[in-house]
């Protein structure tokens, strides 16, 4: 397509070709709009780091059969939860079988998942360009003297659309030059490291109780992060392992220690030897995830443009899971209907746009940041990473040791448990009430 002064040389320009970017792409393109998918990475995918369960169930609406195409690993049927000490471990061990039929939640690798995203775009006829930085965008004055975005920049080239889509993830510095996003506290934010090792099949089968298709999740708090607010993964892979850790940035600038000197402790740390030796290191990078929760998502449209995925602050950690790849295909569905519609009715001011933030309002995605909303404030106590795991090592340690003394009543045990803690009535009881409401 060319450019002249008269009219865009697309109808849509979408920036990053992750998760959010690839889908809303192809359903745009789906819909006989022309699209640009402009990715900086040489290859979807090559800049993306993430933990790797997808919780894949809206993708479906997608891709029916995504699950038979795509490169997924295994298909999760065991969480494991696990509260984990300097020398003991406790955990609660989730298995059914009945998570893989339908798939509820798959480990992907997305060195291999984004190109194929990227590719079902091309398919239906989206452009794509990899290897191209958007430098900035192109604005000018809208109709209602309001900034208008009218394309973007990269090196020399500017490409005009009458709706940019940025999907450029959490740092997204689009979003934030045009005021969508702004600077955020350093609590709204964490560190990811992440890391895969190759592991032989057989290996992974057996000291994870998993076998053919079938995987395992194990979230992990407490030693492992040296107590610093976040917590540890391995999820299984094919052949190879996905561990790291993902930690508060605010906790762990305090904490003076770095994010790989945790990951490091993480990684050599006893408890999880069991599961790691022998295997060889083949990927690693570090990235931030989005925290904030609820609060963290303010404006997502304006004349001309759109923010989906993380660079709308879409993502939750829960303690349990962190989830930024099936809110990113929720926002990307809300934003491609949205987008239709707009250029449908030739209105792609803020107003025309306006759909999407009722659809993702009404979508399970603003549901779920709502539900999640005190989450991340409840993460913020300190105690969840290091006195808990120990207080009920202790309680089950006393529970489980005989040694031909009378055995105390169970409720005695807790008792001189809780008094040998940190931790105060008060706190077990105001901490079991916030989770309740938080989780
Ligand atoms: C360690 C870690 C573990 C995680 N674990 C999980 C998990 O288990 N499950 C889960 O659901 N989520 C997890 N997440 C979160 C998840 O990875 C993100 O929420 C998700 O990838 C967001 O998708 P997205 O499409 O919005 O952004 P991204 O996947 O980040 O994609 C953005 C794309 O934009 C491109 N881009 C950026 N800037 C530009 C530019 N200027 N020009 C062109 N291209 C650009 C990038 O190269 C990238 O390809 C984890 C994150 C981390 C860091």
Not at 66 to 84: C, D, G, K, M, S
Not at 155 to 180: H, I, K, P, Q, T
Not at 191 to 196: D, L, N
């Amino acid at each position: 397509m060319t450019s002249d002064a008269a009219g865009p040389d697309f109808d849509v320009v979408v920036v990053g070709a992750g998760i959010a970017g690839s889908v809303t792409a192809y359903r745009l393109a789906e819909r006989g709009l022309s699209v640009v998918l402009i990715e900086r990475g040489d290859v979807p995918g090559s800049k993306n780091l993430s933990g790797g369960v997808l919780y894949g169930r809206v993708l479906e609406t997608v891709f029916p059969h995504y699950l038979n195409e795509a490169p997924v690993e295994r298909r999760i049927t065991r969480h494991v939860t696990t509260f984990l000490n300097a020398d003991s471990a406790v955990s609660l061990d989730y298995s059914a079988d009945g998570l893989a039929e339908p798939g509820n939640a798959v480990t992907v690798l997305r060195a291999k998942f984004d190109p194929w995203l990227a590719g079902k775009a091309e398919e239906a006829g989206a452009f794509l360009m990899p290897g191209v930085r958007v430098d900035s965008l192109l604005t000018g004055p809208g109709l209602d003297g309001a900034t208008t975005v009218v394309g973007v920049r990269a090196g020399d080239d500017e490409l005009r659309a009458r709706v940019v889509v940025a999907a450029d993830g959490v740092n997204s510095f689009l979003a934030s030059s045009v005021g969508l996003r702004q600077k955020q506290p350093t609590n709204h934010l964490a560190v990811g490291v992440k890391a895969v090792i190759r592991l032989p099949r057989a290996d992974i089968e057996s000291r994870f109780g998993v076998s053919g298709d079938r995987g395992a999740a194990h979230a992990i708090v407490g030693d492992c992060t040296l107590g610093i607010g976040g917590g540890g993964f391995i999820y299984t892979n094919t052949e190879s392992l996905s561990l790291g850790v993902v930690l508060r940035l605010d906790d762990l600038l305090r904490s003076g220690h770095t994010a790989i000197e945790v990951f490091e402790h993480f990684t050599q740390h006893p408890g999880l030897q069991q599961y790691l030796h022998g295997g060889e290191l083949i990927e690693y990078g570090s990235h931030l995830v989005a925290e904030g929760g609820y609060p963290m998502v303010g404006e997502v449209a304006m004349n001309g443009m759109l923010v989906a995925g993380e660079s709308a602050g879409l993502a939750i950690n829960s303690g349990l899971t962190v989830r930024g790849m099936d809110l990113a295909i929720g926002s990307a569905i809300a934003a491609s209907d949205a987008v239709v519609e707009a250029v449908a009715a030739g209105d792609t001011s803020k107003a025309g746009l306006a759909g999407y933030r009722r659809r993702l309002d009404e979508s399970f995605v603003m549901q779920d940041m709502r539900t999640s909303a005190r989450a991340p404030k409840f993460l913020e106590r300190n105690r969840m990473y290091g006195p808990y795991g120990e207080l009920i090592a202790d309680v089950l340690q006393n529970a489980f040791s005989l040694d031909g003394t009378p055995r105390e009543h169970l409720l005695n045990v807790a008792r001189h448990a809780l008094r040998r803690s940190p931790l105060t009535l008060r706190q077990l009881i105001s901490d079991g009430w916030a989770g309740v409401r938080a989780l």
